[in-house]
């Protein structure tokens, strides 16, 4: 089954979520893992509907309920199954670097939250030509210190950073080569055959092109989905071959 991630970001009202929430319970399609990370004020009106429930972001003083935190107990009263960890907004503008990313990984996975684990390389990697190097660094840094039980409830997300909130053309032959690659490192490193979806700039027009390499195993997408007559449109096109 694949999944189609809807990453709401910060964006949207409480009346307009209140509107997205009503068109989305209306989606009803069982070939697609339909999961929705809305901002987490907004988390507690997806309790009880027929999607599935992610939050954006963990803190990393789990255990200290401090101001402005939210906890796991809280998060899984709220049937929360999803966490977004080590996104390059995150990584870029809260300076979040791997130690921390790694331990929110593993508050997660030992809470039995699976983890959406994002990694991507920026334009001057990809101009340097080193960006196989640096995804492999990004999944050995983490998955090293974790134990397998642990790695099979990461989901990865390869979004190159360059690509976020772009409109640049893919190169799908290399994406498609980039997506084997990341698999073949945990299948062989971790005997692993892990779970990769793709994120940046993905639209209900070019999201088939991404389809048809046939190495996905689903999509992260923010712009796309902030319309919710889109997400039927990204269904099909996911789905149907």
């Known amino acids: ?26 989606i009803l399609n069982k070939q697609i893992n339909l999961i929705i990370a809305p901002s ?6 997806f309790k009880g509907t027929n999607l599935n429930l992610c939050i954006q972001n963990l803190n990393l ?24 960890i ?14 921390e990313i790694l331990e929110k990984i593993k508050i997660a996975t030992t809470n039995n939250l699976k983890v959406i ?43 190159p950073t360059y690509l976020i909130g772009k409109n640049d053309t893919y190169d799908l032959l290399k994406i498609r080569s980039i997506i084997l690659f990341i698999k073949k490192i945990v299948k062989d490193y971790y005997n692993i055959n892990i ?3 793709f994120g940046g700039n993905i639209n209900i027009d070019n999201i088939k092109n991404l389809v048809n ?3 996905l195993d689903g999509f992260i997408i923010c712009s796309a989905i902030l319309d919710s007559q889109n997400i039927p449109i990204l269904i099909d096109k996911i789905t149907i071959k």
């Open 1 to 26: 089954m694949k999944y189609l991630i809807c990453n709401l970001k910060a964006h949207k009202t409480y009346e307009q979520m209140l509107e997205y929430k009503i068109s989305l319970q209306k």
């Open 40 to 45: 987490s004020a907004y988390l507690s009106m």
């Open 61 to 84: 003083n789990n255990d200290l309920l401090l101001t402005g935190d939210i906890s796991i107990e809280q998060l899984k009263s709220l049937d929360v199954k999803y966490a977004i």
């Open 86 to 99: 080590g996104h390059y907004e995150r990584r870029k503008f809260y300076k979040e670097n791997e130690l």
């Open 117 to 159: 684990y994002c990694i991507g390389e920026t334009k001057e990697e990809k101009d340097r030509k080193v960006e196989y190097q640096i995804l492999e660094k990004q999944i050995a840094r983490i998955f090293n210190k974790l134990s397998n039980e642990n790695i099979k409830n990461i989901i990865i997300a390869y979004e």
């Open 195 to 197: 779970d990769v979806i």
């Open 213 to 215: 390499l046939n190495v």
